[in-house]
């Protein structure tokens, strides 16, 4: 078998986390038997600036035919900078979660043993964020009326469907089913947006009837903010909306012990499109080309890729290795500032 990747390093810390993670990958398929065709793209802020480009319909139309996308991260240095904010995001990353329409975003959180949460009493953390990618108040439903006056009115209307909320919430039903704790809950604010709270609401008990073992509950978002942090071990499986799950799984980074170890897959469940597997993290321009970076959010962004295409055995290959390389990490002299200054504290506490 022969896998076919497209490979996005873009800027910064980008290029220097994706080589990690294909070097992990090539490691993975020659022991496993596959092969592994790569093609890279120039995207991002230094792409912009050598050519004025940010994705054209041609790359677009050839990223297309590949297996899957593995993204670094994309955006420049906010100090020296001279591109108009948030252009790269905008015309890179979202242009192509819609243009292949990524509508799930998925992103796993588990304390891994050897990474450290600023929580005093994590407990046991392993849980995945089903989050909505192409709806709800990202879907550019909006506008600018009477911009720069006092009178300045600004809308981004939150679009939610019947088709885009259910192969949401089956999406979640499908993973929750799959995992041994068999437990799904939505989070919403169903209290105050009773419009596609109520439809978040009867897609989710209709659907639950189908999965019987699943077990459901219910949390605002505010709330769930809370239980993040006094009781993360209490979620399994997390299915919300676009925005409530892009601040919920940043939160949830911030538990597990770190940006440097969250990976994310922006996924076209239906299988029409490629999808792409990411590191949460951006570009770092703070740490670029000075080998800070650490790799292990890359790295296990390549183990989603893999479990997408079918390779689950390989992914957990990877995942074992990074759960040993935490571990012994522990006692390691060398490790990255990101996660170095807890192994410091762990070491000077044993
Ligand atoms: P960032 O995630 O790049 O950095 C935040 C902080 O975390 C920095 O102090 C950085 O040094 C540290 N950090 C991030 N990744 C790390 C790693 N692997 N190892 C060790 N430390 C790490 O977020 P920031 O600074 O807000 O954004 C920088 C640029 O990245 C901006 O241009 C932004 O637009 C872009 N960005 C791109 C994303 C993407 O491509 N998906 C996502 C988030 C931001
Ligand atoms: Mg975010």
Redesign the pocket.
């Known amino acids: 078998r022969t896998l076919n990747l497209a490979i996005i390093p873009?800027?910064?810390?980008?290029p220097e986390?994706v080589a990690e993670a294909v070097k992990v990958l090539d490691a993975v398929a020659s022991r496993q038997g596959f092969s592994i065709q790569k093609k890279h793209y120039a995207l991002g802020?230094e792409h912009w600036l050598e050519t004025g480009e940010t994705l054209s319909d041609e790359v677009l139309n050839q990223l297309k035919d590949h297996d899957a996308i593995l993204?670094?991260?994309?955006?420049?240095?906010?100090r020296s900078?001279t591109i108009p904010s948030?252009l790269?995001?905008r015309e890179i990353?979202l242009k192509l979660r819609f243009a292949f329409d990524h509508f799930i975003n998925l992103r796993p959180s588990r304390l891994f043993p050897g990474a450290v949460s600023p929580l005093s009493n994590p407990g046991d953390i392993d849980f995945v964020v089903v989050r909505e990618g192409t709806e709800g108040p990202y879907a550019g439903n909006g506008g600018a009326l009477r911009q720069g006056t006092e009178a300045e009115i600004a809308t981004e209307v939150s679009v939610n469907t019947a088709y885009g909320v259910e192969r949401l919430i089956r999406y979640a039903f499908e993973l929750a089913n799959s995992r041994a704790r068999k437990k799904l809950t939505l989070i919403h604010k169903t209290n105050v947006l009773t419009n596609s709270g109520q439809l978040y609401t009867r897609i989710f008990d209709r659907v639950a009837a189908e999965y019987p073992e699943v077990s459901t509950d219910y949390c605002h978002i505010d709330a769930a903010t809370i239980y993040l942090t006094t009781e993360p071990s209490r979620f399994d499986v997390i299915v919300t909306d676009n925005l409530f799950g892009d601040i919920l799984t940043d939160q949830a980074g911030a538990v597990t012990g770190?940006?440097?170890l969250a990976a994310c897959g922006n996924i076209n469940a239906s299988r029409q499109f490629p999808s792409m597997f990411?590191?949460?993290?951006?570009?770092?321009?703070?740490?670029a080309g000075q080998e800070?970076?650490?790799?292990?959010?890359?790295i296990l962004a390549s183990a989603m890729l893999l479990r997408h295409v079918g390779e689950e055995e390989s992914a957990q290959i990877i995942e074992a290795a990074v759960e040993k390389d935490l571990k012994e990490n522990a006692t390691h002299e060398r490790t990255?500032?990101?996660i170095g200054s807890s192994i410091v504290t762990l070491v000077e506490n044993a």
């Open positions: 873009g800027d910064g810390i980008g986390v802020a993204f670094g991260a994309v955006g420049a240095d906010p900078s948030g790269i995001e990353l770190g940006i440097g990411e590191p949460v993290h951006g570009s770092a321009p703070d740490i800070k970076a650490n790799p292990i959010a890359s990255t500032g990101d």
